[in-house]
């Protein structure tokens, strides 16, 4: 899985795998019962349904790659057993149809993975078929968990999959928006299109892979520059989830991530608050700590199963491109996260190779500083330089184009009504 035959190499796949499954097991006893309420910032309390899923879907797409792992998997899904079918969860499913599904899924692959209740089952497949014979309103995620849901489990395939025309399975991610919800909403969409790369992508895919991994490309730099590695890790599985080979950027950015979680024994994650972890110790510390940081380190077990799965080749070298990386990286701020210290310390070949992602990562600086004059300058650099463009260059261009029409529209002296009622009574007190 490198660019050029070893430089960016991953080490260590399976073992960074079994690491995250031991960690869901860890995480499973801890929260699984009861979840993780956070009194100091609700927004961040989660229920049990949140990790029992999250760790049942760990465990079914590392399920098969090797001894190691399947060892792993197989502690986890004891664990895993009774939380999914506790009093709870089947609860759940009797009372809240919006909870049906989620509940179901951890259910659907234990069964899958040999751990057998008929009796769950039968309850989980009548509230299933249930749900599935009303109308929803929900956003095409959700649509597609329940698709996904219907091809795993014989006894909901007659249900039929829903619709998920005009998702962006279909049309292109908007870069102008900076929602974060998008940009996950795209990497859910992959997972349950190629069930988390247990499969080639299905018909619902009806874009070219690669014009899907534009747009994440263009996301990739944002999340890069974030230090966001919770979402650079689900964006990169779109690599091995479309079985498209890495490009340069995923390459340095699957490195990254990796040297990061060694340099700091898990992937960092940006809800930790630093002055409330100093203030806590003991276990109140450490629980703390885990509820805040578990995903992002779940995220890069996803990430290596994917790829020991779909087993790319090495990453397609760009396009021979003018030696111009220097340029665009005098554009980016030094006080930028990991990304700027490891391509500045990469080999002169590498950097060039990355000029492409340097550009993107300096319009994305440019747009979140709102320096409309350094992302015009970053524009026109692309353009001397003759770089393929990219979705991050067509966003921008557009919104700079947007952004010099509405000045223009508002130079002009538009009436209001106002003015119009000002006439009338002008013309009435003539007469």
């Not at 899985?1 to 399976?14: H, K, N, T």
């Not at 980016?332 to 993107?360: I, Q």
């Not at 508002?410 to 007469?431: C, E, F, H, M």
Request: proline share 7%.
């Amino acid at each position: 899985m490198s660019p050029d035959g070893g430089a960016w190499e991953i080490r260590g796949p399976v073992g960074r795998l079994v690491g995250a499954l031991e960690l869901a097991c860890v995480v499973v006893d801890d929260f699984g019962d009861d979840g993780y309420e956070d009194g100091e910032r609700p927004v961040l309390s989660f229920g049990p349904e949140k990790v029992v899923a999250e760790a049942a879907m760990l465990a079914h797409v590392a399920h098969g790659l090797a001894p190691g792992a399947d060892a792993a998997v197989r502690g986890l899904v004891d664990r895993l057993a009774p939380r999914a079918r506790s009093r709870r969860a089947l609860a759940d499913m009797a009372l809240r149809p919006e909870m049906v599904v989620k509940r179901a899924v951890p259910h659907v692959l234990l069964e899958r993975l040999g751990s057998h209740d008929g009796a769950v089952d039968d309850l989980a497949a009548q509230r299933c078929a249930a749900v599935l014979r009303h109308a929803v309103d929900q956003p095409a995620t959700v649509l597609a968990e329940r698709r996904w849901l219907c091809s795993l489990w014989p006894r909901l395939r007659a249900a039929g999959p829903p619709q998920l025309r005009g998702s962006t399975l279909e049309r292109p991610l908007d870069l102008r928006s900076e929602s974060r919800e998008d940009a996950y909403g795209l990497t859910h969409m992959l997972f349950y299109v190629t069930d988390l790369g247990r499969r080639p992508p299905d018909a619902a895919l009806l874009r070219d892979p690669r014009s899907v991994l534009a747009d994440v490309e263009g996301l990739l730099a944002r999340y890069l520059d974030h230090g966001d590695y919770d979402l650079v890790g689900e964006l990169l599985m779109a690599w091995p989830l479309l079985r498209v080979p890495w490009s340069p950027a995923a390459a340095f950015a699957f490195r990254l991530l990796a040297d990061v979680e060694d340099e700091v024994g898990l992937l960092p994650c940006g809800n930790v608050d630093p002055e409330r972890l100093a203030r806590l110790d003991g276990a109140e510390r450490t629980r703390y700590a885990r509820a805040m940081s578990y995903h992002t380190a779940l995220v890069m077990g996803f990430l290596c199963a994917a790829a020991l799965r779909a087993d790319l080749p090495a990453a397609v070298p760009a396009a021979t491109v003018p030696r111009g990386w220097h340029r665009f990286r005098a554009l980016v701020d030094d006080d930028t996260s990991h990304w700027l210290p490891a391509f500045d310390a990469a080999a002169e070949p590498d950097k060039e190779r990355l000029t492409p992602l340097v550009r993107d990562l300096a319009l994305t600086q440019a747009m979140r500083h709102q320096d409309l004059a350094r992302a015009g300058e970053a524009l026109a650099l692309s353009a001397a330089l003759a770089l393929p463009p990219s979705a991050s260059t067509r966003a921008v261009s557009d919104r700079l184009h947007a952004l010099d029409h509405a000045r223009r529209v508002a130079g002009r002296r538009v009436p209001t009504a106002n003015d119009g009622a000002n006439d009338s009574r002008q013309a009435v007190g003539k007469r």
